[in-house]
């Protein structure tokens, strides 16, 4: 079922129904699909303010007086100092045993002591009780409130560059301070994205508000854009550090 098909079964029937973790741009488009609908209400959650993966609930206004708990949290605990994981390491596991993609959330690495991962609530149980390694660490799930979740608002820079044009290439590679060559490079291999969607031309233009993130280098968004009375682009950017 779609999520407008959702919605609307879910208006029809005066009930509530949920999506499972969705990508930054799949909610996107489909929170500005269903703010055209008429007496549908719905709400993003991934279990704390910052997060990229999200569950949306949709349902009459009537039905969703109160934000539904379709988001858990757990905790992964181990000794990591010796033998550290990745964000990839953790989720392998979890897939490992035999749940889906869009039933996990973001995880939140904490070093050496383990992670912090957003799951479905109907998971909770299963995996507490049969989670027992990440790569060869021993380790414990247990659930934890989501208020105890340990994150930290994303710390920013923010700069400005003039610019002939608001392509991607020329953009991003001001932005990340690499030529336009090498940056061009990384469209072609498919290491760049725009609002979390691959972008597959370098004269893709960009607009205020998106999202560019290159892999291994991280993320930029676009900010403020003043056009000169020469015509060049005077663009804020906001790094991601």
Known sequence: MSILDMAETASQRRDVFHTSFLTPP??????????????????????????????????????MKSNPDVVAALSISGNFRLEPCSHG??????????ITREKVGDILLQEERGAQVLVDPDLVDYLTSTLEKVGKVGVSCTQIPLLALEYEPPKTKSFKTVESSLRVDAVA?????????????????????????????????????????????????????????????????????
């Open 89 to 98: 390491d953790f989720l392998g596991a979890i897939l490992g045993a035999g």
């Open 173 to 241: 590679s001001a932005g990340f301070k690499i030529s336009r060559t090498k940056l061009g490079s990384l469209i072609s291999s498919g290491d760049v994205r725009v609002n979390w969607s691959p972008v597959s031309k370098s004269g893709a233009t960009l607009k205020a508000g998106d999202v560019v993130s290159v892999s291994g280098m991280g993320r930029l968004k676009i900010g403020e854009i003043v056009t000169t009375k020469k015509g060049k682009y005077v663009v804020q950017l906001i790094q991601y550090l």
């Open 26 to 63: 799949v909610i996107k488009e489909a929170m500005l699909a269903i703010e055209k609908l008429a007496g549908i209400k719905a709400v993003a959650q991934g279990g704390y303010p910052q997060a990229e993966r999200c569950r949306i609930s949709v349902g009459h206004p009537d039905s």
